[in-house]
């Protein structure tokens, strides 16, 4: 009884919390779920999981830091309370990592993430199931705003980055499907959240999710996958060709991808595109981090600085508020999973979505992202657990 509840809890949290972002609702299962790990015995085994995760030992680490830089932040008041949404964020980390950890519930994780884009590729085919799910707001109406998808977050680029991981976990768990049903499962799922994806519009989460599914294809060729996947593409061919809007929205992707391209080269810096914008960001926060190298302006101190929004480049927003130092502390949670998984050569799709987050910081600020999180736990569980077998099968 107690191992299901700590199972509907990891669950809940994991959708509820990392998939979608809910902390007022979710406070009330992770104190459910800490008062579990305060009833776990086994002094040393629960000291031993806190030492290995590095996304919450090295979090740690960044919110001492930036508890300091509240004392020269320029407006504490929402720094703050950002500060509090990742200290939750990080003690999630630790709950989640302990138990998935400690009762191998990464199953339960794949399924809390796969419910949620079932959830959102619902909505994107105007199914009634979970519509009351559907984001709201002045700007987006039953989870379309601008013409963009958001499902049931509030920005089609978060939704793009959360499926991009959902594509990832199908595909490490179709390498361990030992029935045919499971594989098609999730490579529906994959082909699904890829649509899903398009209808976002999101520039990062068109391409790196076709990086993943590209790279893992050459790197697990076999003819039978193959067959599978190309029975997928055509099932969901036929229902994309039915969907009237299909072409009006690969329209309106060329033309996002045609604005980053002229912000790059600077023939269309004028154009008022998002990729103008968020270059202009760039320009703003190098020039800041020059004013400030080490220790930054504060705490989310980019927004004041910056009429109220952020940089949308977890490296620029890291440079800007928390100098050089924040950017080592933080990135040094990927260099350590990176770190295991080539010295141990193990798990070659965990190390290239890995990759794969480092390069969307570029146009995300993860730190304070609850999804990035959830990823990063996860690749640090599968990293541990790849080497542990590696070292079982040496023997």
């Not at 959830?119 to 002045?138: E, G, H, K, M, R």
């Not at 994806?197 to 999710?209: D, W």
């Not at 950017?327 to 070659?348: E, N, T």
Request: hydrophobic fraction near 55%; include cysteine.
């Amino acid at each position: 009884m107690r191992l299901f509840r700590i199972k509907v809890l990891i669950f809940l949290i994991v959708l509820l919390f990392g998939c979608i972002g809910l902390v007022s609702i979710t406070v009330p299962l992770s104190f459910l779920l800490a008062i579990e790990f305060v009833l776990e015995s086994g002094k040393k085994r629960v000291f031993e999981s806190l030492y290995h995760n590095s996304y919450g030992n090295k979090m740690v680490i960044l919110l001492i830091f930036g508890a300091l830089s509240l004392l020269w932040t320029p407006d504490i008041g929402p720094s703050l309370l950002l500060w509090f949404v990742v200290l939750l964020t990080v003690i999630n980390s630790y709950l989640i990592f302990y138990f998935v950890k400690r009762y191998n519930l990464l199953n339960i994780v794949v399924r809390s993430v796969i419910v949620f884009s079932i959830v959102n590729y619902t909505l994107a085919f105007n199914l009634p199931y979970f519509q009351f799910l559907a984001f709201n707001s002045d700007n987006i109406v039953a989870g379309w705003g601008g013409g963009r998808f958001t499902g049931v977050t509030s920005n089609p680029n978060t939704l793009a980055v959360m499926l991009i991981f959902s594509i990832f976990l199908s595909l490490w768990a179709l390498n361990r499907a030992s029935k045919w049903h499971q594989s098609i499962a999730y490579l529906f799922n994959i082909l699904f959240s890829y649509y899903v994806i398009f209808l976002t519009m999101s520039k990062k989460g068109l391409v790196f999710s076709l990086v993943l599914i590209i790279l893992y294809t050459f790197s697990n060729i076999s003819v039978k996958k193959i067959s599978i996947v190309l029975a997928c593409v055509i099932a969901t061919g036929l229902v994309l060709l039915n969907n009237s809007d299909f072409l009006e929205t690969v329209g309106l992707i060329l033309v996002r991808f045609d604005n980053l391209i002229g912000a790059l080269d600077g023939s269309g810096y004028d154009n008022g595109s998002s990729s103008t914008e968020r270059i202009e960001y760039i320009n703003i926060g190098l020039e800041g981090f020059k004013k400030s190298p080490i220790w930054g302006h504060g705490w989310d101190s980019f927004r004041y600085f910056n009429g109220g929004m952020y940089s949308h480049n977890n490296f620029i927003e890291l440079l800007f508020s928390l100098g050089i130092i924040g950017l080592i502390v933080y990135y040094a949670i990927h260099l350590s999973i990176i770190k295991k998984l080539l010295l141990y050569k193990a798990d070659r799709l965990t190390l290239i979505f890995v990759l794969i987050i480092v390069t969307m910081d570029v146009g995300l600020v993860s730190y304070s992202f609850k999804g990035t999180m959830l990823m990063l736990v996860v690749c640090s569980i599968i990293a541990d657990s790849s080497i542990l077998q590696k070292k079982i099968n040496s023997i």
